[in-house]
């Protein structure tokens, strides 16, 4: 079966080790199935992405011998496809403005004594979802910032009964992302969260292995409640552990992990890099 994967780094950063690893896997895989191997740049969160790290990408991935079919999709410039996925969901009356701060919520959990922890943290006590219509359209109407948050029990009503994640050499379990709560949707800084844009471009670009670390496996439960919701084909997921430096740290870039680009100066080369990894 030929599979069409994908990289999809978000550029907050210079690329490390683990997303050489991240890359070098999902084009692997397409390559080896005679599929297709796509990019897209994740940096819709304009406060953290810059574009140098873009270039940065490009050129480190063309460094590593890693070629992609097609053009890049850069979700910066698709922001309209996904507030028309956030009005698809409002127009079913499952998404809520919530205009609660940070400091707001950490209060209501601690008052809340035992509030239960979701996979993105402490789950949202529900505060604003039992505002009165008229008093979330003044507020919404005076300019407070708000985010839109997914209305979990009226979402399961209404997707189908009886979804199940598939996981690749694992049997389907059935999907259950009420861990997650009411999840933000839309947030207040920027056009929809990494869940929303994450679905509709899988879709878009006709993703059907999705390959990344396995921090990021629950959260495949919540995806395919989406993608029933907005009636788009489910991919097929690989999840593999993270990449962990010399000390069992996870790498990332805020940790100063080992780019490519001091790996590189330093006198590393490609094939050391996927010697490393039997890729
Ligand atoms: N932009 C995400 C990251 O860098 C990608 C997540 C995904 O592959 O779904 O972690």
């Given at each position: 079966m030929s599979h069409v994967t994908r990289f999809a780094p978000?550029?907050?950063?210079?690329?490390?080790?683990?997303h050489a690893f991240a890359a070098l896997t999902a084009w692997r895989r397409a390559r080896d199935s005679g599929g297709r191997f796509l990019l897209r740049l994740?940096?819709?969160?304009?406060?953290?992405?810059?574009?140098?790290?873009?270039?940065?990408?490009?050129?480190?991935l063309a460094?590593l011998g890693i070629d992609w079919d097609g053009p890049v999709r850069?979700?910066?410039?698709?922001?309209?496809?996904?507030?028309?996925?956030?009005?698809?969901?409002?127009?079913?009356?499952?998404?809520?403005?919530?205009?609660?701060?940070?400091?707001?919520?950490?209060?209501?959990?601690?008052?809340?004594?035992?509030?239960?922890?979701?996979?993105?943290?402490?789950?949202?006590?529900?505060?604003?979802?039992?505002?009165?219509?008229?008093?979330?359209?003044?507020?919404?109407?005076?300019?407070?910032?708000?985010?839109?948050?997914?209305?979990?029990?009226?979402?399961?009503?209404?997707?189908?009964?009886?979804?199940?994640?598939s996981e690749e050499g694992?049997?389907?379990?059935?999907?259950?992302?009420?861990?997650?709560?009411?999840?933000?949707?839309?947030?207040?800084?920027?056009?929809?969260?990494?869940?929303?844009?994450v679905i509709h471009d899988d879709a878009r670009q006709g993703v059907t292995l999705v390959t990344r670390g396995?921090?990021?496996?629950?959260?495949t439960?919540?995806h395919?409640?989406?993608q029933?919701?907005?009636?788009l084909p489910a991919p097929n997921y690989h999840h593999y552990?993270?990449?962990?430096?010399?000390?069992?740290?996870?790498?990332?870039?805020?940790?100063?992990?080992?780019?490519?680009?001091?790996?590189?100066?330093?006198?590393?080369?490609?094939?050391?890099?996927r010697?490393?990894f039997g890729l």
């Open positions: 978000s550029p907050t950063g210079y690329l490390h080790l683990g994740e940096d819709i969160d304009a406060g953290r992405c810059r574009p140098e790290f873009s270039e940065a990408v490009l050129e480190d460094w850069v979700q910066s410039a698709h922001r309209q496809e996904y507030r028309a996925v956030l009005d698809r969901l409002a127009s079913r009356a499952l998404l809520y403005p919530c205009f609660c701060t940070r400091a707001e919520i950490a209060r209501e959990v601690a008052a809340a004594a035992g509030a239960p922890q979701g996979p993105d943290g402490p789950r949202y006590p529900g505060t604003c979802r039992t505002v009165s219509a008229g008093a979330r359209a003044a507020r919404c109407a005076s300019g407070v910032p708000y985010a839109l948050r997914l209305d979990m029990a009226r979402a399961l009503a209404v997707a189908p009964a009886g979804l199940m994640v694992e049997a389907p379990v059935s999907c259950d992302p009420r861990p997650f709560g009411d999840v933000v949707l839309g947030r207040k800084d920027m056009p929809a969260s990494y869940h929303v844009c396995s921090d990021l496996k629950p959260a439960h919540l395919r409640l989406l029933a919701l907005l009636d552990p993270l990449i962990a430096d010399n000390l069992g740290n996870r790498l990332a870039k805020r940790n100063d992990a080992v780019t490519l680009r001091s790996l590189r100066s330093a006198g590393t080369t490609p094939s050391d890099i010697a490393r």
